[in-house]
């Protein structure tokens, strides 16, 4: 706790960057009470308002109240997207992890991976939907799968690496199981490429998203969340620029948020990093 | 160590900058150059929405492909400026007393571009498969008794009833007639001819087409023209430009910003909601284009809820507001109009009869209405594809107006491929979304065929169908169809939202259409200036 | 590898004959009847099991026939060629720019660490990471084709067939817009290995030694993390390859991408088949690339042989 007190006195970028984060899960929970109008209210007579007093971000070509549909979307965008990083980060690492500690699993592991890569979103999409039908859950494994695929080639390209080195060694001599090498000696070792790469996942996946949204493979097509608002807008780059700013905006600051904490946190987990580097 | 890594970097970015410089220049020297060599030739460029699966119009009733295809095939008639069916390789016909036997003399000396005369002989092939595996073939053809060869230039057909639209029939190119030679035709079936046989008797000929980038026609030098003036399709059709390119550029900006810097002559389904903007704007000159496109909602007859509940639709439509799912979907009131009405308001067609219920926009009246018909609450499956804006947008704002009248509606949005894979099944859908484009004459709406998916297909529709279709007076045709249309409000098997034009953008210097655009944009007879 | 493309083929197959929709329905229209519909699929041997046309496909595929596209009436392989000229040319246009602005771009930030230029690198690069392609991609059109006249707006002719090399032009906003998102992911990876790298003893060892500050970062740190970006750098490269999707319509290329969504939507099996094949194989070479790289960064991987120590 006296750490972050600490860390947010010293980096004022980052406590602005928490409470961004802070705010949109505000915004998320008691969306029906912040929100001043009904994300799905269709106001005919006000279509493609631009930003004024009564919708602080205008209206869509539906005459929905952007503003709402941007803190409801907080809900919906947020859920998903955490869930693509979650699945294809936890997925990714331990697939990752195995195949490039045991050389026994990295033929098979890895040539699946490489089958799994190959595969169009797209496809997978279509297909879940219609096993599983429509849901979030689809949309987070389609999109997930791709990058699993890419966390597991990272992780699998550290773990060949890591595992050579030294300190590895040392650890084992003194008689460290492979579970506890691989868990508590390498996979610290590898958390900074896998955090910048979760980032990106979630950047990358609002916009994947969307995409399978519109073609009704995600989310009913109604329900509002960041990529498909964006996507939506995009027919209107030029006569409603509105459609497009309030969304993206808020992807941007979201995900430069979570850059910026994710990058102080690993800062301050690390006691080696922040003695040695900030002398640098 | 550092400097030469830096140095390196520092060579690496001016090669860079070199290469990409080189190029713009090479570029714009190759134009040049490109310009100069080959001056003569007259190139127009079109940016089109998608490829069409195929020319073969006898079978595909793709709109992109129509609009290629007409260029290089001709059919027996075609349409003036008022969409009235005129001779087009026919010269003349002769009817009989009872309407039953028609005899078409074929204009001589009109040319293949394989270099063969086009016979009577050619057209019995061509009427022939495409009566058997066209697309709008067996309407004509249940009609049909034969066609046969008189002499090489004349054909007759024989009806076994009188069928008043055979010759709108004929006329309409889409899924239509064309005439191919015989020994191409006569091996057809329903796979689509091969492009290597993409051999009509029009002012361009089949040059290549490669996938994604472009389908490329050239000037047919032996075309044979009408004499008459030019007037919509019909009468003299001259080939001004030497080559057309059709492009496919997907993205609605990208055609526009093409059209902008010029790099496409012409692009067309420009968004709705550009067209006041673009109105505005010199650099680029806008085309409302006259073919009416008609967003309908179809509703299942032969399964389901929907299933011989006539008042449960007519409860639905109450409840509909077509001038705000319009102008969501459209944008700009001068690109749609809220018809109820069949036929649009320009038509001879055009009548009010039986629209009461239509666009009054009354949640309470659609209440009633639904509990009058028994409605509790059980859940409406309406199927929309997001493959078109219109039916995504028209479908959202729907089913919103829906479940706030108390209907429980369950919208589902497919890929195309989807929803007409779904539709085929009663079981799966309540309602379906999609839209109809122009008919020359309303028995031609696939509503009108028993076999449409939602399958209207009632004594009393059979009933009109049989009356309208036998009739050939053009004034006791009107009353009937005025009859059928008050039918379709009752028994309601579609919903019609309404009329919707989109519009075109070409460069102010391309010059020879009229004041809108036919609907598909044909380019003999036009120029770049 | 052979397995593994056999495996492709077979979930390929699986997948699409498992999802709704028919390509002989999407090829006739709206107005086709079911018995006409039909009267297709019989014709293109689409009623047969599914298992019997996998055969078939397999056994034409081993005499290198991929078939013929239903939607293009061109056998696949040439459809494909015909594509794969464009993403191939545009994805080393790309992983050019990737490479020489994200690396260094990289590695400066992290020598740099916590001062106001990592700072601002780091704010621009995670803002081009969630920049939508579509709106850069318009964005620059619109400056430098429609009104500056730089560069072309859209569309690629071919240079293989009979183009001129000048027809690159063409390939520069679309590999700009690529190159923004992605790049940035490769100087946030190079950056973060390099502070993971930094920190281990042997810098440490090698700064006690008295080696120049710079030295250190060079020879030891810098080749030292390039394992992640080299993974990354693989999966972008066989990612470009294999389509970018959103790019390629906006700027109207003829490339892999829009071919495989097409596909889908048209449900055109034959080119969906060959593609996925195709696809699968790019990746499994640039993985093996890849793989072979690790080995060349730090010669103690041996990739290939024995088991764990």
Same mark, same amino acid.
């Given at each position: 706790?006296k750490?972050i007190l600490?860390?947010?006195?010293s980096?004022?970028?980052?406590?602005i960057?928490?409470?961004?984060l802070?705010?949109?899960?505000?915004?998320?929970?008691?969306?029906?009470?912040l929100a001043?109008?009904?994300p799905y209210?269709?106001?005919h007579?006000e279509?493609l308002?631009?930003?004024?007093?009564l919708?602080?971000?205008?209206?869509?070509?539906f005459?929905r109240d952007i503003?709402?549909?941007?803190i409801?979307g907080?809900r919906?965008s947020?859920?998903?997207s955490a869930g693509v990083v979650?699945?294809?980060m936890v997925?990714?690492?331990?697939?990752?992890?195995?195949?490039?500690?045991?050389?026994?699993l990295?033929?098979?592991?890895?040539?699946i991976?490489?089958?799994?890569?190959?595969f169009p979103?797209?496809l997978?999409?279509?297909v879940l939907?219609?096993?599983?039908g429509r849901?979030m859950?689809?949309v987070?494994l389609?999109v997930?799968?791709t990058?699993?695929?890419r966390t597991t080639?990272?992780v699998?390209g550290?773990?060949?690496k890591l595992k050579?080195?030294?300190?590895?060694?040392?650890f084992?001599?003194?008689?460290?199981s492979?579970m506890?090498?691989?868990?508590?000696?390498?996979l610290?070792?590898?958390i900074?490429?896998?955090i910048v790469?979760a980032?990106?996942?979630?950047?990358?996946s609002?916009?994947?998203?969307a995409s399978?949204?519109?073609l009704g493979l995600?989310?009913?097509?109604?329900?509002?969340?960041?990529?498909?608002?964006?996507?939506?807008?995009?027919l209107?780059?030029?006569?409603a620029?509105?459609?497009l700013?309030?969304?993206g905006?808020?992807?941007?600051?979201?995900?430069l948020s979570f850059?910026?904490v994710?990058?102080?946190l690993r800062?301050q987990?690390?006691?080696?990093?922040?003695?040695?580097i900030?002398g640098v | 160590?550092i400097?030469?890594?830096?140095?390196?970097l520092?060579?690496?970015?001016?090669i860079?900058?070199?290469?990409?410089t080189?190029t713009?220049?090479a570029g714009?020297e190759q134009e040049?150059a490109?310009v100069v060599a080959?001056?003569p030739?007259?190139?127009?460029?079109y940016?089109?929405?998608?490829?069409?699966?195929?020319?073969?119009q006898?079978?595909?009733?793709?709109d992109q492909g129509t609009?290629?295809?007409?260029?290089?095939?001709e059919g027996?008639y075609?349409?003036?400026?008022?969409y009235?069916?005129v001779?087009?390789?026919v010269e003349?016909?002769d009817? $009989?007393?009872?309407? &039953?036997?028609?005899?078409?003399?074929l204009?001589?000396?009109? &040319?293949?571009?394989?270099g063969k005369?086009?016979?009577?002989?050619?057209?019995?092939?061509?009427?022939d498969?495409w009566g058997?595996y066209g697309?709008r073939g067996?309407?004509?053809?249940?009609?049909v008794?034969?066609?046969?060869?008189e002499?090489?230039?004349?054909v007759?057909?024989?009806l076994n009833d009188v069928?008043?639209?055979?010759?709108?029939?004929?006329?309409f190119?889409n899924?239509g007639?064309?005439?191919?030679?015989?020994e191409i035709?006569?091996a057809?079936?329903?796979?689509?001819?091969?492009e290597?046989?993409?051999?009509?008797?029009?002012p361009y000929r089949f040059v290549?087409?490669?996938p994604?980038?472009?389908?490329?026609?050239?000037?047919?030098?032996d075309?044979?023209?009408r004499s008459e003036?030019?007037?919509?399709?019909?009468? &003299?059709?001259?080939?001004i430009?030497?080559?057309?390119?059709?492009?496919?550029?997907?993205?609605?900006?990208?055609r526009v910003?093409?059209?902008?810097a010029?790099?496409?002559?012409?692009?067309?389904?420009?968004?709705?909601?550009l067209?006041e903007m673009l109105?505005?704007?010199s650099?680029?000159t806008?085309?409302v284009n006259?073919?009416?496109i008609?967003?309908m909602?179809f509703?299942?007859s032969?399964d389901?809820?929907?299933?011989?509940?006539y008042?449960?639709?007519?409860?639905?439509?109450a409840?509909?507001?077509m001038?705000?799912?319009l102008a969501?979907?459209?944008?700009?009131?001068?690109l749609w109009s809220?018809?109820?009405a069949?036929m649009?308001?320009n038509?001879?067609?055009?009548?009010k009869?039986g629209?009461?219920l239509?666009?009054?926009?009354?949640?309470?009246?659609?209440k009633?209405?639904?509990d009058e018909?028994?409605y509790n609450?059980e859940?409406?499956?309406?199927?929309?594809? $997001?493959a078109y804006?219109i039916?995504?947008?028209?479908g959202?704002?729907?089913?919103?107006l829906? &479940?706030?009248a108390?209907?429980n509606?369950?919208?589902?949005?497919?890929?195309w491929?989807?929803l007409i894979?779904?539709?085929?099944?009663?079981?799966?859908w309540d309602?379906f979304f999609?839209?109809?484009g122009?008919?020359?004459d309303p028995i031609l709406y696939?509503?009108m065929?028993?076999a449409?998916p939602?399958?209207?297909?009632t004594d009393?529709k059979?009933?009109m169908?049989?009356?309208?279709?036998t009739?050939i007076?053009?004034?006791?045709r009107?009353k009937?169809?005025?009859?059928?249309?008050?039918?379709?409000?009752e028994q309601m098997?579609?919903?019609?939202i309404?009329?919707?034009?989109?519009f075109?953008v070409?460069?102010p210097?391309l010059?020879g259409?009229g $004041?809108t655009?036919?609907?598909?944009?044909k380019?003999?007879?036009?120029?770049l200036? | 590898?052979i397995?593994?493309?056999l495996?492709?083929?077979i979930?390929v197959?699986?997948f699409i004959?498992?999802?709704?929709?028919d390509?002989a329905q999407?090829?006739l229209?709206d107005?086709?009847t079911p018995?006409?519909?039909?009267?297709l699929?019989?014709?293109m041997?689409l009623?047969?099991?599914v298992?019997?046309?996998?055969g078939?496909?397999?056994?034409n595929?081993?005499?290198g026939?991929?078939?013929?596209?239903i939607?293009f009436?061109?056998?696949?392989?040439?459809v494909i060629?015909?594509r794969?000229?464009t993403? #191939?040319?545009?994805?080393l246009?790309?992983l050019?720019?990737?490479?020489?602005i994200g690396i260094?771009?990289?590695?400066l930030s992290?020598?740099?660490?916590?001062t106001?230029t990592?700072?601002?690198v780091?704010?621009?690069?995670?803002t081009?990471?969630s920049?939508p392609t579509f709106?850069l991609?318009?964005n620059l059109?619109?400056?430098?084709?429609?009104?500056?006249h730089?560069?072309?707006?859209?569309g690629f002719?071919?240079?293989v067939?009979?183009g001129?090399?000048a027809?690159?032009?063409?390939?520069?906003?679309p590999s #700009?817009?690529?190159?923004a998102?992605?790049?940035?992911?490769?100087?946030r990876?190079t950056?973060?290995?390099?502070?993971d790298v930094l920190k281990e003893d042997?810098?440490?060892?090698?700064?006690?030694k008295?080696?120049?500050e710079h030295?250190v970062? #060079?020879?030891?740190?810098?080749?030292?993390s390039?394992?992640?970006?080299a993974?990354?750098?693989?999966f972008?490269?066989a990612?470009?390859v294999?389509?970018?999707v959103v790019?390629e319509?906006v700027?109207?290329l003829?490339?892999i991408?829009?071919?495989v969504?097409?596909s #889908?939507?048209?449900?055109?099996y034959?080119v969906?088949q060959g593609?996925?094949?195709?696809i699968?194989?790019?990746?499994?070479?640039i993985n093996?690339?890849?793989?072979i790289?690790?080995?060349?960064?730090?010669p103690r991987?041996?990739h290939?042989?024995g088991s764990t120590k």
């Open positions: 706790m750490n600490k860390m947010m006195n980096r004022k970028i980052t406590f960057g928490m409470l961004f802070l705010i949109l899960i505000v915004l998320g929970l008691f969306a029906p009470l001043p109008y009904d209210e269709m106001m007579e279509r308002q631009s930003m004024n007093s919708h602080f971000f205008g209206t869509d070509n005459g503003f709402s549909r941007i409801y907080a919906t947020l859920i998903a979650i699945f294809s997925a990714g690492v331990c697939i990752g992890l195995f195949a490039g500690f045991y050389k026994r990295d033929a098979v592991l890895m040539r991976i490489d089958v799994m890569m190959a979103s797209l997978l999409a279509l939907v219609s096993i599983l849901g859950l689809n987070i389609a997930g799968v990058y699993l695929t080639r990272i699998y550290l773990t060949l050579e080195e030294v300190f590895v060694d040392a084992r001599a003194a008689g460290a492979n506890r090498l691989i868990f508590k000696h390498i610290p070792n590898l900074s490429p896998v790469q980032t990106f996942t979630f950047a990358f609002l916009l994947d998203m399978l949204d519109f995600g989310l009913p097509p109604e329900i509002p969340s960041w990529g498909s608002m964006l996507s939506e807008g995009a209107y780059l030029s006569r620029p509105w459609l700013i309030f969304p905006l808020f992807i941007v600051l979201t995900v850059n910026i994710g990058d102080t800062d987990m690390d006691p080696r990093f922040r003695h040695d900030q | 160590m400097g030469s890594k830096k140095a390196l520092i060579v690496l970015a001016v860079m900058a070199a290469v990409f080189s713009v220049f714009g040049e490109a080959e001056a030739v007259k190139v127009m460029r940016a089109t929405i998608a490829e069409p699966p195929s020319l073969d006898q079978v595909i009733t793709s609009t290629i295809a007409q260029h290089v095939f027996l075609t349409f003036n400026s008022k009235d069916p001779p087009m390789l003349s016909e009817i $009989s007393a009872d309407g &039953k036997v028609i005899t078409l003399s204009r001589k000396g009109v &040319k293949f571009h394989n005369e086009m016979t009577s002989a050619d057209v019995v092939a061509s009427m498969r058997e697309s067996s309407v004509l053809y249940n009609h008794v034969g066609v046969t060869a002499s090489d230039y004349v007759k057909m024989v069928f008043a639209p055979w010759k709108a029939l004929l006329a190119i899924g007639p064309v005439i191919y030679p015989a035709v006569a057809a079936t329903k796979e689509p001819i091969a290597t046989d993409y051999i009509g008797t029009g290549e087409r490669n994604g980038r472009h389908i490329l026609l050239a000037k047919f030098d075309y044979a023209a003036a030019s007037d919509g399709y019909a009468g &003299k059709r001259e080939a430009f030497d080559e057309i390119y059709f492009i496919p550029v997907p993205d609605v900006g990208t910003n093409g059209v902008k010029g790099d496409y002559d012409y692009a067309s389904q420009i968004s709705g909601d067209y109105e505005d704007d650099s680029i806008t085309l006259e073919g009416v008609m967003p909602m509703f299942n032969n389901g809820i929907f299933k011989g509940n008042k449960l639709r007519q409860a639905l439509l409840c509909l507001d001038d705000a799912a969501t979907a459209v944008g700009p009131e001068s809220a018809n109820g069949m649009p308001e038509t001879s067609w055009y009548t009869a629209t009461d239509y666009n009054i926009k009354d949640a309470a009246k659609a009633a209405i639904a018909a028994g609450g859940k409406i499956t309406f199927m929309v594809s $997001s804006k039916h995504n947008d028209i959202i704002v729907f089913a919103k829906m &479940k706030d108390g209907f509606v369950d919208l589902q949005v497919y890929d491929a989807t894979s779904k539709r085929g099944d009663a079981s799966q309602i999609t839209h109809h122009f008919v020359p696939s509503y065929s028993d449409y939602g399958w209207w297909a009393e059979h009933e169908a049989d009356a309208f279709t009739t007076d053009p004034e006791k009107r009937v169809w005025t009859e059928t249309q008050e039918l379709i409000f098997p579609i919903v019609k309404g009329d919707v034009y989109n075109d070409h460069t210097n010059k259409f $004041s655009q036919l609907i598909w944009p380019f003999w007879g036009c120029d200036k | 590898m397995p593994s493309l495996m492709v083929s979930v197959f699986l004959h498992l999802i709704p929709g390509p999407i090829m229209g107005l086709a018995e006409q519909v039909e009267q699929r019989v014709e041997g009623d047969q099991p298992a019997v046309q996998y078939k496909w397999l056994k595929l081993l005499s026939d991929m078939g013929t596209s939607f009436h061109q056998p696949v392989g040439s060629l015909s794969a000229e993403s #191939i040319l545009l994805s246009m790309t050019f720019i990737i490479v020489v260094p771009v990289g590695y992290s020598t740099r660490y916590g106001r990592d700072q601002v780091s704010g621009l690069s995670m081009f990471a920049i709106w991609g318009l059109m619109t400056i430098f084709a429609v009104k500056l730089i560069f072309p707006t859209s002719p071919s240079i067939d009979g001129s090399i027809n690159l032009v063409y390939l520069i906003l #700009i817009t690529l190159a998102p992605n790049s940035a992911l490769i100087i990876l950056r973060a290995s390099m502070l042997y810098v440490r060892t090698a700064r006690a008295g080696l120049a030295l970062n #060079i020879k030891h740190v810098f080749r030292n390039l394992n992640a970006v993974s990354a750098l693989g972008t490269f990612a470009l294999s389509g970018t790019t319509t700027f109207s003829p490339g991408g829009r071919l969504v097409d #889908i939507l048209r449900r055109d034959p969906l593609i996925i094949l195709v699968a194989l790019i990746y499994m070479l093996l690339l890849v793989d790289s690790y080995v060349m960064l730090d991987i041996q290939g042989t």
